[in-house]
């Protein structure tokens, strides 16, 4: 047995069979594993920064079906053209249970990487709208300040403080949506980073 031969035969034997299950025509299942660029929808069941479902992606389907594309992916295309199969569906879709999963399963997850760095221009992301939520609550202070400094200064600056006033108003619905949308994103990266770290 520790004869290289018998190493050597042993392997092409392994490699011979996985080519004979590759050059089959009646092929069983397909799973697929990769990150945007063959997801079918698997980010539309997680927290994720990353998603499809919205227009114009999947408009070929009718609607957005969570490929990043408007219409099939490559693994589509592959195996229901080449092999014969139907649509590979996401391994997180709720139907995916049973012996849908023995015909096959999509794995793939928009962002997805084997490096540390895959999800990176999240963060960074995520960074950004945090300073610019605090550089928006900054100019909100300076005008509500600029404000009562005005109003003080009586009424024959009325024109100025309506103009101020207006821009208050402005700043107060940006900040508010700005915030709203940095608030969300800071609680979906922060839910992320502690699923990573608990499975890791």
């Known amino acids: 047995m520790g004869n290289p031969s018998y190493y050597r035969l042993a392997i092409l034997g392994v490699?011979?069979?996985?080519?004979?299950?590759?050059?089959?025509?009646?092929?069983?299942?397909?799973f697929v594993f990769g990150d945007s660029l063959v997801d079918v929808g698997n980010n539309n069941y997680i927290?994720?920064?990353?998603?499809?479902?919205?227009?114009p992606n999947g408009i070929d389907f009718g609607g957005p079906t969570g490929r990043y594309t408007n219409g099939r992916t490559i693994v589509d295309i592959l195996g229901s053209e080449e092999v014969g199969?139907?649509?590979?569906?996401?391994?997180?879709?709720?139907?995916?249970?049973?012996?849908v999963v023995l015909q096959g399963v999509n794995y793939a997850s928009g962002g997805g990487g084997i490096?540390?760095?895959?999800?990176?221009?999240?963060?960074?992301?995520?960074d950004r709208l945090a300073v610019e939520k605090e550089t928006i609550l900054a100019k909100l202070l300076s005008a509500d300040v600029q404000?009562?400094?005005?109003?003080?200064?009586?009424?024959a600056q009325a024109k100025r403080i309506e103009e101020l006033e207006t821009q208050l108003a402005e700043a107060k619905v940006e900040v508010e949506s700005s915030k709203v949308m940095a608030d969300k994103s800071i609680a979906v990266y922060r839910a992320d980073a502690k699923a990573a770290q608990m499975e890791a």
């Open 47 to 55: 927290a994720s920064l990353s998603k499809a479902n919205f227009f």
């Open 85 to 99: 199969f139907n649509l590979t569906p996401p391994y997180l879709a709720p139907t995916t249970s049973g012996p």
């Open 147 to 155: 404000l009562r400094s005005v109003k003080q200064k009586g009424s």
């Open 115 to 126: 490096l540390n760095e895959s999800g990176q221009i999240f963060k960074e992301t995520i």
């Open 15 to 30: 490699v011979l069979q996985n080519l004979t299950i590759c050059l089959a025509e009646n092929v069983p299942a397909n």
